[in-house]
């Protein structure tokens, strides 16, 4: 159970970057990134979601406030915000998760396997 969420959270650590684990920095950079996993996507999510919403309900006159047109403006926008809590859902998880798997792929693959150790893996 253990070796396949670690599969799943770290597809592209192999036993060749084990040497990683022994570094300082490298186990900094694991814990940023932990903290910046947790915290980004409500981060988007919010952002997304103001700037989604914001502008209808600076829109209301609330000067009319219990009139039938305040009413029909109000359910207008909250129907706008129904819609855009889905689309600020979906981008606050997916972003982060293409984010982070891009990042492990350019870091492990390209920067590790290719430029630092692509001299041992010529044979």
Not at 30 to 54: C, E, K, R
Request: one cysteine or more.
């Amino acid at each position: 159970m253990k070796i396949k969420i670690k599969k799943i959270l770290f597809p592209f650590f192999k036993e060749r970057h084990r040497f990683l684990l022994e570094k300082w920095w490298f186990r900094l950079f694991l814990v940023v990134i932990a903290i910046l996993i947790i915290i980004l996507p409500f981060i988007i999510f919010f952002n997304t979601f103001n700037d989604g919403t914001q502008w209808c309900l600076d829109l209301l006159d609330y000067s009319k406030y219990g009139t039938p047109e305040f009413i029909v403006e109000r359910e207008n926008c909250s129907r706008i915000s129904k819609e855009v809590f889905r689309t600020s859902l979906i981008q606050g998880i997916s972003i982060p998760a293409i984010g982070y798997y891009f990042g492990q792929f350019v870091f492990l693959k390209v920067i590790m396997d290719f430029i630092v150790l692509g001299y041992k893996y010529k044979n």
